[in-house]
């Protein structure tokens, strides 16, 4: 009787252990937010001094200087992207910071922005057949698509992005995923007064960069979508960090940057207040590529001829994350690891007809 009273008691144990070590966080909600080519750089070290004081990339380098200039890497970071560092380094996760050992790699060799996209949403790396930025149906299964499959999540994805190129690298067409991107047409049918008033702007306001709007656009535009249909995941690409780059504009990179983590706060603001989204949203933020750091005048540029294009950065945050912060530890992560993560949070087994990434454990462990 003690025999079989102890293997009972063994038994019990080992199935509870078995089930706290797969327990994982799930979420009903998630959105996961890019910042195109945002270099790990300035997100963990903030204004880089050399570029603020080169005065082709930075021609009033006093106002830059007033505004986000600290005597340490930790308040200039603060000072760039607060929310980043006052409430996610609070309260998630932060990964890539290269100087403490933490890294983050693209695992494409292409280290440009529809591999990147292609990488971040389907979960691995396909060089061989997305070699290029051209408007291409994407040939792979997105995570979005994927997620809008399942029951429970049909019609509750939507993607929205500044690059005209979103609605081929969702691949819309095949995935029923809507998708908000670059100038697209007014659609029939009602509108919200707000969203009626977006369409309308884009047309009045000139283009910067023809193939990429303002970020404000898809800010806006993505947030009016989720207070009016409230999707399960959102996919939010801003763009401008990118474009601003690849003219050189150092102050307005910055500047580009400042705003959207004050976009990416406003999003957290209002799903906490939201009472569908309150406490049930789990929020992914990265890039799709870096820049390049010597001779300086790279990081204006990516691509494979660029060194340390491919070296990126995660963050994330939700109401049951663990509050790692910066996470200084040395590890190797990767891009390909951010759709599986993403399904994961939604308690999807994630499969592509690839092996995908496997997911952020630390961002799923209780």
Request: include cysteine; hydrophobic fraction near 35%; charge should be negative.
């Amino acid at each position: 009787m003690q025999k079989k009273l102890v293997l009972v008691l063994l038994l019990i144990g080992w199935q509870s252990l078995a089930s706290a070590q797969t327990a994982a966080i799930t979420s009903e909600n998630v959105i996961l937010i890019t910042l195109d080519g945002m270099r790990w750089q300035e997100v963990f070290g903030g204004i880089d001094s050399a570029l603020l004081n080169h005065p082709e990339f930075t021609p009033k380098p006093e106002e830059l200087q007033e505004h986000f200039w600290a005597e340490t890497p930790e308040m200039r970071r603060k000072k760039l992207m607060p929310f980043f560092w006052n409430t996610i380094a609070a309260h998630g996760q932060l990964y890539g910071n290269r100087w403490k050992g933490n890294k983050v790699d693209c695992s494409n060799s292409m280290w440009f922005s529809y591999p990147g996209y292609n990488e971040i949403l389907s979960g691995f790396a396909d060089d061989d057949r997305i070699d290029s930025n051209k408007k291409i149906n994407n040939p792979n299964v997105t995570v979005l698509e994927f997620v809008n499959r399942q029951p429970g999540f049909k019609n509750r994805v939507a993607a929205f992005g500044s690059w005209d190129v979103f609605p081929y690298i969702v691949n819309a067409e095949r995935s029923g995923v809507p998708v908000n991107a670059g100038y697209p047409e007014r659609p029939e049918g009602p509108l919200s007064e707000k969203e009626a008033l977006l369409y309308e702007m884009q047309t009045q306001i000139p283009e910067e960069w023809g193939s990429v709007r303002f970020d404000a656009f898809t800010h806006h535009f993505a947030l009016e979508y989720m207070r009016q249909w409230h999707p399960r995941l959102v996919y939010i690409a801003y763009g401008e960090t990118d474009d601003f780059a690849h003219d050189g504009a150092y102050d307005e990179y910055i500047t580009s940057a400042h705003r959207t983590d004050a976009f990416i706060a406003e999003l957290w603001n209002y799903v906490q207040q939201d009472p569908v989204y309150s406490d049930n949203t789990t929020i992914l933020i990265t890039t799709d590529h870096g820049r390049g750091t010597q001779p300086l005048e790279t990081w204006k540029h990516h691509g494979d001829e660029i060194p340390d294009a491919g070296q990126i950065w995660i963050a994330a945050m939700g109401p049951e994350l663990k509050p790692l912060g910066e996470v200084s530890q040395e590890q190797q992560l990767y891009q390909n690891q951010v759709a599986n993560t993403v399904a994961r949070l939604l308690g999807l087994e994630y499969k592509n007809e690839r092996e995908v990434g496997a997911a952020l454990e630390s961002v799923l462990k209780r």
